[in-house]
């Protein structure tokens, strides 16, 4: 059985969000290669996580669209408008966008093996057997190979973690988000949740990462865009935007955090 991943292109055309006079996203347009690595950095409240919400469209944008290997996301065309698609269509297609969250979200009620296996099931990708079969492969691949038959409250936070890539990996997706992966972690525990996410960058799948962590950001990404007031201000290779960033905004976050 294979657990192959076909890395996807992901375009972000325009998109707004805003939530009354709030405008969360105003106009950020991002283009995402086939295989790439895109971190995102930028403050709090900068509107980071929204935007991967609306990329697998758990959040629906006021204006713009998303696209999926020339698919567009949630929505389709209707003469000049966008037309949102049935829960049912938009299900299908969040299924081959994976979904890390910062805490986790794993079933408790499940085993760490059942909840690998509970997607692939759920969506038709594969009967029980064969999906059982990919989640103890996956939970090889993340180092909790003897931990199949635990549940969730059983583990540390950085082993629920590497359980939840699994679990995004299952479905096969064409890109991965990362939401602050490691941002409800200890400290000890950040390592080997980023030591998992570094091998997936180095296998060739599309990633977009939220993070603060710095240095992994330097270490794994292709490119770093970097956001504030629901804008992209700039982006680029890591030595470019963290060593010679261009815009007074930029500078003034990373030496904050640098």
Known sequence: MTTEIRPAAVEVHDVHKWYGAHRVLDGVDLTVQPGEVTVILGPSGSGKSTLLRVINHLEKP???????????IGVRRHG???????????LAQRSRIGFVFQNFNLFPHLTVLDNVAAAPVA???????EALELARTLL?????????????RQLSGGQQQRVAIARALALRPGVILFDE???ALDPELV????AVIKDLARSGTTLIIVTHEIGF???????IVFVDGGRVVEEGPPADILDRPQHQRTREFLSKVL
């Open 140 to 152: 090889g691949r993340v180092g909790l190979a003897d931990k199949s038959g635990a549940y969730p």
């Open 181 to 183: 992966p490691t941002s």
């Open 80 to 90: 000049e408008r966008l037309k949102e698609l049935s829960e049912r269509a938009i």
């Open 191 to 194: 390592g080997e949740v980023l």
């Open 62 to 72: 006021e204006i713009g669209y998303v696209s999926l290997n020339g698919e567009l």
């Open 123 to 129: 969506t038709g990708l594969l009967r029980k057997p």
């Open 217 to 223: 950001a330097r270490e794994v990404a292709d490119r």
